[in-house]
């Protein structure tokens, strides 16, 4: 009988002592992350800040406008608003592909200006740590590198980040993308 109390008595006191232990080891830190949307184009990985990204839709009927810039894909209805399209992959220097069903418009905002952006495929909506963005020196051979802030991994691959900031003030500025 003595032998069974003093049993519980030290089950109880281990159990005390490694509720202390655990309740010590839990540390918090707060993390600063940013949300970023990843798409997909050439089979490489881009993000944009999920602060520039408003929504994103399927690709519907893009309408054609004269005399437009060829990185200007034409407009959409959008529930009664009229959005821009831009294509991405020219805006980047890559070869003009049509949209297919993996394709998305997102549609992005910066400060006054909105517009949809054309995107091979949307792949995620990711916080990454801002700690594991390096700036875009790191990356001298990325096409378009006046639109790329900085470079991060995704799933064991480089993850390219653009500004789409610089992207919709080169417009703004009739510069030449």
Sequence with gaps: MEEERRTSQDIAEIREIIAQQRDEAVIEIEEKTVQMLIILLENNFYGLY?????????VTTITFVPGMPDYLLGVINLRGDIESVLDLRTILGMPFRPPDKQSRIAIGQVNDMRSGVLVDTVEDVVDIPEDCIALAEAAPNIPARQYVIGEAVYHDRALILLDLEKIFASILTAERL
């Design 50 to 58: 999920g602060k520039w990204v408003k929504e994103i839709v399927p």
